[in-house]
């Protein structure tokens, strides 16, 4: 603490980032400031909320980087969380995924709805609301429009081009400027020229009747009635019909939501909602949010931002490159204050869920830290053995961060030097293949190492990592009752029982850790297993190497699915008639 103390002192008044690292080494924060000296300082003096309390508990050292303008280190910021997504930053994770309309561009190009945005030269319109509006959209411009439909050109006209949906470049020559005249009028009409096209086709449908072409005037009547149902079903919010982002935010207890109404050609067709911790003034983790908010795809920037009071719309400005305005009256101030509104409602709501996660997550491992005597365990990593009878051994490896599952970092094992069922030699190569990898890659190591065992399993992983590898990462065993569930707690050299309350939340946190590591372990085997008694009924089959086994397996997936096949069934897959042949032979055999 000393050390930090006298860095402390020597952080400058200017403006710029700053890296929180933990005793790793590892980054778990990354903040900014227009004063780093003032708000580096602030984590070590004065009383936190209980979260900024956790932050600062970890912290053992920091570093930063200045710059010039508080608009470099907005971007600077952006730049270091999405580079190292420290833990404690907000991390934008959005996993709804909007409909879009797009038009292609291909010689003959297509309409299509896509919920994925990508840099491909298409044009995009949305997102709608959800896909029944998207979709019809896209009937209704299919029937006033007609592009190509087939994703490849048939080899002769289908019902597209029979009932006036489609060209036919399949068939007929259609010249690129009738192409671009289809594009030019459908993009008109998403861009908000609808209006104008009903108008047109209003003026056709009279003066079709008036020459007495009533099949043409009823076609242009149903064309005009369809533009009124599906475009203009939605209450106006705002006349002049611009694409506009809408933000409000509210923050208590240290938590901030953020709600966003999107409007499209002046109707309100959707929200986005979003809850997470803060640990800097609200205002400057409102600036951060907005970056994030615009760096996914998902988030097409609008051509105007309407964001609340104590917002400075020129920062949003320059940081994000579209027009910015805090409105001041009518309308527009109504939709601000409305979203602000909901995002205080939201966060109330969501205030008694957070708190209820955090007795499961985080108030479960400063628990489990206190009853084994160890720092809070913020990364826990679990190791599981599975066999029958020594064949086809493996190991499973999950990870919880913070008592959540870490599924990306999981990882599966075949064991390899282990011969027959030696569970602790198994776990002293798994422990030493997963820790001398993480020390190679200077990769961060866990806080707690639980083995799903007793005292042998125990003293088998810290032989390892003690011995070996120089590492000093305590390591708990969780043994079973004679049904099978979590029953006791061990740690320490020799293993001594840790008393737990059944029913306290760090004790459901370890049997979820058990039962899931347990589950992903048993999982990888029946997989091995199922491979293994595949390529088992297929060796020495002539004409049956491992890419035809694949294959196989692929298909069929199990041995009794292969046995219940036919020779038809079994050809049709690759495999030649003569080895298909000698392997129905085989399963008859065995069977």
């Known amino acids: 603490m000393s050390e930090l103390k006298e860095k402390l002192a020597l952080v400058p008044a200017q403006p710029g980032c700053y890296l929180m690292k933990n005793k790793h080494g590892t980054i778990i924060y990354v903040g900014k400031a227009k004063l780093l000296r003032n708000r580096v300082r602030s984590y070590f003096t004065g009383s936190h909320d209980k979260k900024t309390q956790r932050l600062v508990s970890e912290i053992r050292d920091f570093e930063y980087i200045v710059t010039s303008s508080n608009i470099e280190a907005l971007l600077l910021e952006q730049n270091l969380i999405k580079k190292h997504e420290p833990r404690y930053n907000v991390l934008l994770k959005d996993d709804k995924s909007y409909p879009f309309l797009k038009i292609t561009k291909e010689e003959h190009p297509r309409l299509i709805t896509t919920r994925k945005v990508k840099k491909d030269g298409g044009k995009y319109f949305g997102p709608y609301p959800n896909v029944l509006a998207a979709n019809e959209t896209k009937k209704l411009l299919d029937r006033l429009y007609p592009l190509r439909k ?19 470049p399949c068939e007929f020559d259609v010249p690129q400027e009738k192409n671009n005249e289809l594009v030019n009028e459908i993009t008109r009409f998403l861009n908000g020229g609808h209006k104008e096209i009903k108008e047109e086709l209003t003026k056709k449908m009279f003066l079709a009747s008036e020459e007495l072409k009533f099949e043409r005037a009823k076609e242009l009547r149903d064309q005009v009635q369809h533009i009124e149902a599906v475009m203009e079903k939605q209450k106006m919010t705002l006349t002049d019909e611009m694409d506009r982002d809408v933000f409000g935010y509210s923050y208590d207890k240290g938590w901030m939501c953020v709600q966003v109404f999107f409007i499209r050609q002046g109707k309100l067709i959707e929200r986005d909602v979003s809850l997470f911790p803060i640990y800097q003034e609200p205002e400057d983790d409102f600036y951060t949010y907005i970056g994030q908010f615009y760096l996914d795809e998902q988030h097409r920037k609008p051509k105007e931002i309407f964001v609340p009071d104590g917002i400075d719309e020129q920062i949003v400005t320059k940081f994000i490159n579209v027009k910015t305005l805090k409105p001041k009256k009518g309308k527009k101030k109504e939709l601000v204050e409305l979203a602000c509104k909901n995002a205080q409602i939201a966060l109330k709501e969501k205030f008694d869920l957070i708190e209820r996660d955090e007795q499961k997550t985080i108030v479960a491992i400063d628990r489990l830290g206190q009853a084994l005597n160890i720092d809070t365990p913020h990364r826990i990593e679990a190791f599981d053995n599975s066999n029958i009878q020594g064949i086809d051994p493996v190991s499973a490896m999950i990870s919880f961060l913070d008592g959540k599952p870490d599924k990306k970092s999981y990882r599966k094992y075949k064991v390899k030097t282990v011969v027959g069922p030696d569970d602790y030699e198994s776990m002293r190569e798994v422990v030493r293949r997963r820790y001398t990898r993480l020390l190679k890659e200077d990769l961060p190591l866990p806080d707690l ?26 390591v708990c065993g969780l043994v079973k009752d004679d049904k099978h569930r979590t029953s006791q707690l061990m740690i320490g050299d020799p293993p001594e029982i840790v008393p737990l309350k059944r029913t306290s939340q760090e004790f459901y946190l370890l049997q979820r850790i058990q039962d ?29 190497g491992e890419k035809r086994k694949k294959k196989l397996l692929k298909h069929f997936g199990s041995i009794k699915r292969l046995k219940d096949s036919n020779l038809e069934e079994i050809v049709a897959v690759g495999i030649p008639m003569s080895s298909a042949k000698v392997l129905l032979e085989k399963i008859k055999e065995d069977s």
């Open 150 to 168: 087939c994703r490849t050109l048939p080899d002769r006209v289908c019902l597209y081009y029979h009932i006036g949906q489609c060209l036919a």
């Open 449 to 474: 190492i639980v083995i799903d065992g007793g005292k042998g399993q125990i003293s088998a992983a810290q032989s390892v990592l003690e011995d070996e590898l120089g590492l000093t990462i305590p």
């Open 516 to 544: 899931e590591v347990h589950r992903f372990a048993i999982t990888f085997h029946r997989n091995i297993r199922k491979k293994s008694m595949f390529s088992t009924v297929l060796d020495d089959i002539e004409g049956i």
